[in-house]
């Protein structure tokens, strides 16, 4: 839980935020003065429902808790947009003279398009969130892989986000989508979840439901760590997946052999220095399966990293892996988010290249926050094998 201090900091901002748009809006929109006086009065609105649904988490009754918290993050997606098109109307408004032009006569048009495009921003960002996620299809051409191993296929999602706004409906239509793609693997690249075991296991119990020939793994990622990690982790143990936490498995299929690994997420040993994120040990400790394995790390071909973050790309080429799949960046979900993604990470969304190794970052399969994606569409990815030219 944040600092009073840090709350009061951020109350400011946000009011100083909603007073900008009201002040440079709504004495320029060409609409009737209680119109405006309206416009105000959901700018007030909104400045409560903001912190009110971020913190709505803290209140114990349901639907009561819910409520607030869809309330809260649909007003963060409208004001978010509200703010940058406020913003682009006075820059806008700030170059024209420079050429020439009058401001005069597009300063009440500007003004009414910012409320109708954020609106209208919105809505789509609202229906692109909601909506099942599609497949993206992914061909990974890896060095010298194994013949049995061509075409293995690996279903990721990630970021789905279980919480107050994404239930067990959202999630069973997930399950139902990945299974019929009849994965040689399923990887489940961290932040499952916002919320505690308590009140969400009944809203995850849909991954029990996943299918594929060699297993469903897991990996945690900082939305974890922010709802009570390790009983997370045994909760999705118990729902039969196996979470990988610096260990790695091997995996025999037809006739070849995968090392699959995982690490706790990249930020872990903020939270617990026991957990701290390490690739190396990934590609070194074994989970006991309980049979006896001959291959060593060094004499397998191929070798898949699940890492919740792209920023363990560095540490996980340096250890030797092919392939690493991330989530966490959302592709950035909706503007201008997604300029801010760089600054954190190396990779935003898609499929990219450290040295050898690959790295894919998935958009996410749900959204955190406001439910709202512009342009960074969710996905179900499912990456094939093939043998690189």
């Not at 201090?5 to 400011?12: F, G, N, Q, T, W």
Request: proline fraction near 5%.
């Amino acid at each position: 839980m944040p600092s009073r201090k840090a709350i009061a900091i951020v109350l400011c901002l946000l009011a100083m935020l909603h007073g900008v748009i009201g002040w440079l809006i709504l004495p320029a929109l060409p609409v009737a003065l209680w119109l405006k006086w309206l416009g105000g009065v959901w700018l007030l609105l909104s400045f409560l429902l903001i912190p009110t649904g971020l913190l709505a988490s803290v209140i114990k009754r349901q639907p009561l808790s819910d409520r607030l918290a869809w309330a809260g993050m649909l007003a963060m997606g409208m004001f978010s947009s509200l703010l940058m098109l406020t913003l682009l109307r006075e820059i806008v408004l700030l170059v024209m003279p420079w050429f020439g032009l009058n401001i005069a006569g597009i300063a009440a048009i500007t003004a009414a398009a910012v409320p109708l495009l954020a609106a209208a921003a919105t809505v789509i960002g609202f229906i692109n969130a909601r909506r099942l996620a599609k497949v993206v299809k992914v061909d990974v051409p890896i060095k010298q892989l194994p013949a049995g191993l061509h075409g293995f296929t690996i279903a990721q999602i990630s970021d789905i986000h279980v919480g107050p706004t994404i239930k067990r409906g959202y999630l069973n239509a997930i399950v139902e989508r990945v299974n019929g793609l009849r994965a040689d693997v399923v990887a489940i690249t961290g932040d499952l979840v916002d919320g505690s075991v308590q009140r969400l296991a009944p809203h995850t119990a849909p991954l029990a439901d996943l299918k594929a020939r060699h297993g469903a793994y897991f990996v945690t990622g900082n939305h974890e760590y922010y709802s009570n990690a390790d009983a997370w982790i045994a909760e999705v143990r118990r729902l039969g997946l196996t979470v990988l936490m610096n260990e790695h498995v091997i995996l025999q299929h037809q006739g070849a052999s995968m090392l699959l690994a995982g690490v706790t997420d990249y930020g872990a040993h903020h939270f617990d220095e026991a957990h701290r994120s390490d690739p190396q040990l990934a590609m070194a400790g074994m989970v006991d399966s309980g049979k006896n394995h001959v291959e060593t790390a060094n004499t397998i071909g191929m070798k898949l990293l699940l890492a919740h973050q792209p920023r363990s790309a560095a540490a996980a080429a340096d250890a030797g892996f092919d392939l690493q799949l991330s989530g966490h960046t959302h592709g950035g979900q909706f503007f201008p988010w997604n300029l801010f993604v760089p600054l954190q990470q190396p990779y935003t969304a898609g499929l990219n290249k450290l040295r050898d190794l690959w790295v894919y970052t998935s958009r996410g399969t749900g959204y955190w926050g406001p439910p709202k994606r512009l342009w960074a569409p969710s996905e179900i990815t499912l990456l094939r094998l093939i043998p690189a030219d």
